[in-house]
């Protein structure tokens, strides 16, 4: 199973300042977690204030994972800032959807 692969880039069409979107993709587990925590950091720092994930290439998810994605919402309101899901592979969606977490009605 392939690792967690995450970039973390800023749309050319919006300020650097505004928005930054986390691509996540492979396994999002205790590891994939951490490093997702280290990206919504990084953005943070860089006073990004629209988070989107886009979790569409995310082929699986444990606990960890799930509890990580339910950080970056947290995380994300102490900063004033907002977390979005602009894709979410099939994977995440079971697994929020069983978990019963708030993410299941945006994905």
């Given at each position: 199973?392939r690792r967690t692969e ?102």
């Amino acid at each position: 199973m392939r690792r967690t692969e995450l970039h973390l880039h800023h749309p050319a069409e919006r300020p650097i300042e505004t928005s930054a979107v986390l691509e996540v993709g492979g396994v999002l587990d205790a590891v994939g977690a951490y490093d997702l925590r280290s990206c919504v950091e990084e953005a943070l720092r860089a006073q990004a204030h629209d988070l989107l994930l886009d979790l569409s290439r995310v082929v699986t998810v444990d606990l960890d994972g799930l509890v990580a994605l339910d950080w970056c919402v947290d995380r994300a309101a102490q900063a004033r800032a907002r977390v979005t899901c602009g894709a979410c592979s099939r994977p995440v969606r079971v697994a929020l959807r069983d978990r019963g977490t708030p993410w299941a009605s945006v994905v």
